[in-house]
């Protein structure tokens, strides 16, 4: 007979409830500090319904009118050095935040709404109408708000999508020497979403100092916990990774805060990360001021069990009971604050002309400017002054022939000895003597610490590098194994790296460096071959290098690690094993940005391309001898970075094109590349512009299949001849 032991989980899951001796001892001010930030909340997300009802919000209000107790309870201990972020329903969080940052903190009565807290409320209030004068400028809105100075690093609108940034924020703090701890929030509908599972798993095994503060309120828009879940106490989720964690009652807000104090007393220690799920509930439908039952999901029993549990009531019945204030002062603060908001509301509306009595709209003066619209979407990449920038032909320092991986090896290592800021994550990369291919080799002897092993997670240490970024004590170098495992983690990447600059108001950099190969041509199948750089170019926030040749490889990488913005560098697999020109010694030079290479000059055709692929145009060049042709390496591949000197000046001479690349041609770069060019140099062209490309298919596990899936000199050599035969 087999024996069975039941198992323990080796992290506590612990159930938190107060009782009246807590209440009766609790500090005086943390009672009179958490009734005031909740009266505010309150009275500021009834204005936004308010507002929103009256048409003068664009897009959505999610309202947190019944959270404000797991957000004030949370909050109320954090510092300004303290990180906090969220989801799309982030109001009263984003406001808790900035609230302890700038409040006056006098003791022995509710606080003040002064000038500073003021401001905050005005801002809020002018983001989430998507004003100038907004935190954001006006283009993040109700979903995405960020005060850096505050500690709120961000709210998100895709559910889940700021938990695994906010493990990078935690990275720094912790690497940083701070015993600083983040909190990210997110609510029942995140929890069983990969990204934050994936991110539960490498902060534990990293020991990140990360709250996953999981707000329960019930409902995912219309859908109940119980019908999302087979465990419905969300917080069972912590002890599975090792995690502790803490489930409380979201309404009472001592019990948050008491849950929190533990929890802070664990990260602070270097213990590493915690849960704290908070049961709470949204008086309110997803989005707007109508209630759930009104949508049928809900039924006003159940709202109204919920609504006799108020947060701010039992706290105020709390202070009332222990003499800490006044029913009068208590209703004072309400008229207050209620009376300033519509104070700023007057200032940022108007009567609409010829209106009906009463109706108003936005006042033009405080709207952004329409220039402003694209302005931020990058840096202005001043922080690449001074650089020194080299190229072979005049390069001051020794060359050789040199592996492309050896100098692959060479300069990360060379970045990771002169900048303690620069940090490898990715996986495998620290072992197997430098990863899959060599790469990290001379990294991992050089800084060991800084070469960091990844569970196979790509959402997580992608966000994670993300976060890493936007803080900006940390520059990550994160390395995908293939390109296609990008689509893996496309929400990090695609939605939230790429666009964090210019969501967030166009001030924020984002140093974020991802390498990737491409394999086609490897036998790894549809799965692992594909070239990306026909989509990554979609996303306006990224640059995109492609080097052909060890040289620009060091100049590339150099550069997109000064740069602020974030870089995506494409790596062929094919020039890994291959030799060139490159420096024996120095590699601390930079390549331009937008700077593309002229490998031959000719008047008949100018050839574009990039990556291993320049040297199969070489090859086919040299093969159709009657063809003189500029042959340009783009070396930038994205809209900003694009040489448009170089491509027109050969244009304007050769008066014809040839775009090649190896991919397929469902995800082009060249197709891309096609329409700009005849958009731009139509009154140049002599013929329609001619493109060698891969085929329809993805490259698959056939060596014949795939070499038919893929080009390289053969069908350069091709095109090539028929073009010298018209």
């Known amino acids: 007979m087999p024996t069975r032991e039941n198992l323990a989980a080796a992290a506590p899951w612990v159930e938190l409830a107060t009782s009246a001796e807590d209440w009766d001892g609790a500090d005086p001010d943390l009672l009179l500090r958490m009734l005031g930030q909740a009266l505010w909340i309150r009275a500021f997300e009834e204005y936004v319904l308010e507002l929103a009802g009256q048409g003068l919000v664009h897009g959505p209000a999610h309202s947190s009118v019944g959270q404000e107790g797991g957000a004030v309870g949370s909050v109320v201990s954090l510092r300004s050095d303290d990180y906090v972020n ?47 004068e907004g935190f954001c400028r006006g283009r993040g809105g109700s979903m995405h708000l960020r005060w850096r100075e505050a500690g709120a690093m961000g709210t998100n609108a895709i559910v889940g999508g700021g938990v695994p940034q906010a493990a990078g924020f ?79 009652d979201g309404m009472d807000p001592l019990a948050v805060h008491l849950a929190m104090t533990d929890a802070l007393a664990h990260m602070r220690a270097g213990n590493g990360p915690t849960i704290v799920e908070a049961d709470v509930y949204r008086y309110f439908h997803q989005n707007g001021a109508y209630p759930g039952s009104a ?48 104070e700023i509301g007057d200032a940022l509306l108007e009567a609409v002309p010829d209106g009906k009595p009463g109706q108003r709209r936005i006042k033009a003066s405080a709207w952004p400017d329409p220039g402003f619209v694209d302005v931020g979407v990058r840096g202005d990449l001043s922080e690449l002054a001074g650089s020194r920038y080299e190229e072979a032909g005049t390069f001051s320092g020794e060359l050789g022939q040199r592996r492309f991986i050896d100098v692959v090896s060479d300069v990360i290592a060379r ?78 990447l695609f939605n939230q790296v790429a666009k964090a600059r210019h969501m967030f108001g166009g001030e924020s950099p984002v140093p974020f460096v991802l390498r990737t190969k491409l394999a086609a041509g490897t036998g790894y199948g549809s799965q692992h071959t594909n070239d990306p750089a026909g989509v990554l170019v979609t996303a306006p926030g990224l640059r995109v290098i492609a080097p052909s040749n060890p040289f620009d490889y060091v100049g590339l990488l150099n550069t997109a690690l000064a740069c602020e913005d974030p870089v995506v560098l494409l790596e062929h697999v094919d020039l890994y094993t291959s030799a060139g020109t490159a420096p024996v010694s120095d590699v601390d030079y930079r390549l331009p940005v937008g700077k593309a290479a002229l490998r031959r000059e000719g008047d008949d055709l100018t050839v574009i391309s990039y990556l291993s692929m320049v040297g199969h145009c070489l090859e086919a060049l040299d093969q159709v001898p009657q063809l003189r042709a500029d ?15 170089t491509i027109e000046r050969s244009v304007r001479k050769t008066n014809r094109v040839l775009i090649v690349e190896q991919g397929a041609r469902g995800m082009s770069y060249g197709g891309w590349l096609a329409d700009e060019i005849q958009r731009r140099l139509f009154d140049w062209l002599d013929a329609p512009i001619e493109r060698v490309t891969g085929g329809e298919a993805s490259p698959s596990i056939s060596k014949v299949l795939e070499r038919a899936a893929i080009a390289r000199t053969e069908e350069v050599v091709t095109t090539l001849r028929d073009i010298a035969a018209h």
């Open 631 to 645: 042959l340009i390496d783009l070396r930038w591949l994205d809209r900003a970075s694009l040489d448009w000197d």
């Open 86 to 132: 969220g989801s799309h329903r982030g109001h009263h969080q984003f406001l808790a935040k900035a609230f302890g940052h700038v409040m006056s903190r006098k003791s022995g009565v509710l606080p003040e709404l002064d000038d500073e807290v003021r401001t905050v409320l005005r801002r809020t209030l002018a983001e989430i109408c998507g004003l100038a």
């Open 415 to 492: 970045r990771l000895e002169t900048d303690e800021r620069v940090v490898v994550l990715g996986e495998d990369v620290h072992r197997l003597k430098g990863g899959t291919n060599g790469a990290t080799r001379r990294a991992i002897e050089v800084a060991p610490e800084r070469v960091l092993g990844t569970p196979i997670s790509e959402n997580a240490f992608t966000g994670l590098g993300g976060g890493m970024a936007l803080d900006g004590r940390f520059r990550p170098i994160v390395e995908y194994m293939y390109a296609d495992f990008m689509w893996v983690a496309a929400d990090q």
């Open 295 to 342: 949508f049928g999901y809900r039924d006003k029993a159940e709202e109204q069990a919920w609504r006799d549990r108020d947060p701010i009531e039992l706290l105020e019945s709390h202070v009332l009971r222990r003499g800490l204030s006044t029913p009068e002062e208590v209703a004072a603060a309400r008229e207050d604050v209620t009376a300033a908001l519509h």
């Open 170 to 248: 935690a990275f720094n703090q912790h690497r940083a020497g701070t015993d600083a701890v983040t909190v990210t929030y997110f609510g029942d509908g995140a929890v069983n979403i990969g990204s934050v599972l994936e991110t539960f798993n490498l902060a534990a095994a990293w020991r990140l100092p990360v709250c996953f503060f999981i707000e329960n309120n019930q409902y995912a828009v219309s859908t109940s916990v119980a019908e999302a879940t087979a465990e419905a106490r969300l917080s069972g989720r912590g002890p599975g990774f090792g995690i502790p964690s803490w489930r409380v």
